[in-house]
């Protein structure tokens, strides 16, 4: 961590992330207005938190100091930095010691990607899901024999080419499992700058403006040798083009259809009536008749309370199904219930999100920072 004039200490959100994910204590006074608090805040397992607006503290932090626990780490967040570098400031002045400020504020947050990796695979590759802990999105990369497929690819583009560059293989394909709601994807981007191939349901593009190649059941797509491929899955219920993946016998990436402790919400297209029917079947049916020793891999987290061993969000297919509250509704009315009443409040700016992942608009970066701030609500129990 770097210091600010022997003053307080910068830390990074890759810092943050490591001790989340490393269950280390940690004290967070964020500093935002109460409204984006109440939104969307830093969670784990050992983080305790607060929030104090910034304006509350322009005449002093002496309001804050009485709720800061000795002998903790501390950590001052706001939007963007500079709120949190003047907060921070005025606590150390007060005589506190191990003060820090989060480096870029929340937006630097919702942004940090850490790949963790999943397992190797038979023909001696490898999975790695990338988590990214402030929003709880996940994306995959697939790796054999000097190539790599990535799937439900984040905006963070050069993240994946960095990491694909580190590990020696080239890019040969990206895949969305459906048309995001929630991110800005970064497929196309990713495959224009890598030369791969972008993957798209076709029952979910019929509205895009590009090119894509079309994703369906039936043909599988290989990855460095005839051995390792990837299956497609059709999986309706999120969207009408919702698909899954099967990895190596081992891996079903259930995109936003199945999650570790919900289920996929039906809403976002505008279409939870009309599509109900295919979530229940999907989950009940297709799902049912898949072998139950597969690890599911979800595109989302809700809770941190999904988060395993070192970040990683996965489980296996028959515990779900023992467990998951969406998995075990019996009655058809009930489930028809669930995903279409009371459900959490529609991610940000979904609806523009949407489009741009058509192609139909084309938002500066800065943007799509914004649109994307904020969690995922992608789930029906995200409450």
């Avoid at 006074?29 to 784990?44: A, C, F, M, P, Q």
């Avoid at 570098?85 to 003060?99: H, M, N, S, Y």
Wanted: include cysteine.
């Amino acid at each position: 961590m770097n210091t600010d004039a022997n003053r307080m200490n910068m830390m990074t959100a890759k810092e943050l992330t490591r001790i989340i994910l490393a269950k280390e204590e940690i004290f967070i006074l964020d500093v935002r207005n109460e409204n984006d608090y109440n939104d969307w805040k830093i969670e784990g397992e050992s983080v305790e938190i607060i929030n104090i607006p910034y304006f509350d503290l322009l005449d002093g932090v002496d309001e804050a100091l009485d709720k800061l626990p000795d002998g903790k780490k501390l950590l001052v967040v706001c939007a963007k930095e500079g709120s949190s570098k003047f907060v921070a400031e005025q606590i150390v002045d007060a005589g506190r010691t191990d003060v820090h400020y989060l480096e870029g504020g929340m937006k630097a947050w919702s942004e940090y990607l850490e790949p963790v990796k999943i397992g190797d695979l038979k023909d001696g590759g490898s999975l790695y899901q990338f988590v990214r802990i402030g929003k709880g999105c996940l994306s995959y990369m697939v790796l054999s024999k000097g190539e790599a497929a990535v799937i439900d690819t984040l905006r963070m583009t050069d993240v994946f080419e960095q990491f694909a560059k580190e590990q020696g293989v080239q890019i040969k394909h990206t895949l969305d499992t459906h048309l995001h709601a929630d991110h800005i994807s970064g497929g196309r981007k990713l495959a224009e700058q890598s030369g791969a191939t972008y993957w798209l349901p076709p029952k979910d593009a019929t509205e895009v403006t590009f090119d894509y190649e079309k994703l369906e059941e039936g043909q599988g797509i290989t990855i460095g040798s005839t051995t390792l491929r990837i299956q497609p899955i059709y999986s309706p219920g999120h969207t009408i083009g919702s698909t899954s993946f099967i990895i190596d016998d081992q891996y079903l990436l259930t995109g936003d259809i199945l999650f570790i402790e919900s289920i996929g919400r039906p809403d976002l297209a505008g279409k939870a009536e009309d599509w109900v029917g295919d979530l229940r079947n999907t989950l009940y049916n297709r799902y049912k008749e898949l072998s139950q020793d597969l690890i599911v891999l979800p595109a989302h987290f809700g809770k941190v309370t999904e988060l395993g061993e070192g970040g990683r969000v996965m489980a296996k297919l028959s515990d779900l199904f023992l467990h998951n509250p969406g998995l075990n509704i019996q009655q058809e009315k009930d489930f028809r219930s669930a995903v279409t009443e009371n459900l959490p409040p529609q991610p940000n700016a979904y609806q523009e999100i949407r489009q741009t992942n058509m192609g139909k608009i084309t938002p500066s970066e800065e943007e799509q920072r914004e649109m994307e701030i904020g969690p995922n609500r992608c789930a029906v129990h995200d409450k």
